[in-house]
């Protein structure tokens, strides 16, 4: 028994959705799940399959991304999620996944431009890419730089995290988070799906506009504005 078993429980399962939805190859990505009160998240340990995964496996990490208890090293990617922790304070759920069609637009350097009502109903924006690192960065400490690239980018378009919980890492992949760790694996299946359509539009379509202003506005806004009156009150 651990005062963690619960993020440990929860990050497990979390992890395992990753193959189960199709987002991983092998031992590729991770998930964490965090517990703001006691500071630290669980993490997916580094380079264990996931079919072998227990809850135990689980690396318990603070959020300056020092090991606080576990028998196994974390995620490479570790550094990255503990800086988005200590800057967001109202997330408790972050993924990193290499999905197919996400990370081949980040690996074009693209936002994925907003063509349709689906992508509306979750964001009102493109989907940001940032750009690569500067090498002084990828030299230097490039988990944590990466999470601060992360920052850096949706500051600098002037966007919430509240609000648009998923971003492309150019050259590298897509990151999500949200409020739970099953809220950031879902907007990890949802940004897979919109970047699949997306590529697809374009195919159909080459230069193609993006969708007109009053549309994203109304199925962003029935989702999630004041007066949203999408579903039965659910996930948030
Ligand atoms: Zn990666």
């Given at each position: 028994m651990s005062k963690y078993d619960h993020i440990r429980n929860i990050a497990h399962k979390a992890n395992l959705q990753l193959p189960e939805q199709g987002?991983?190859?092998?031992t590729f990505g991770n998930v964490s799940a965090a517990d703001r009160n006691l500071r630290v998240f669980a993490i997916k340990p580094s380079g264990v399959p996931y079919e072998e995964l227990?809850?135990?496996?689980m690396v318990i990490v603070d959020f300056d991304g020092i090991?606080?208890?576990?028998?196994l090293r974390p995620s490479s990617d570790t550094l990255t999620h503990a800086v988005l922790y200590k800057q967001w304070d109202r997330i408790e759920g972050i993924v990193h996944t290499h999905s197919t069609y996400a990370t081949a637009w980040a690996q074009t350097l693209r936002d994925i431009p907003i063509y349709g009502t689906t992508h509306a109903d979750h964001l009102?924006?493109?989907?940001p890419c940032a750009p690569p690192m500067e090498d002084s960065m990828i030299r230097g400490n490039y988990e944590q730089e990466t999470g601060f690239q992360i920052i850096d980018c949706l500051n600098q378009k002037g966007l919430r995290y509240e609000e648009v919980e998923m971003m492309l890492v150019g050259n590298h992949g897509p990151f999500t988070w949200g409020r739970s760790p099953e809220k950031a694996v879902y907007n990890s299946a949802v940004l897979e799906e919109l970047a699949k359509m997306a590529y697809l539009s374009e195919q159909i379509r080459p230069g193609l506009d993006r969708m007109k202003k009053t549309l994203i506005q109304k199925h962003y806004e029935r989702k999630h504005g004041p007066g949203s009156y999408y579903g039965q009150g659910g996930m948030r």
């Open positions: 987002l991983v190859l092998f227990t809850p135990d496996d090991t606080v208890e576990g028998k009102a924006y493109d989907i």
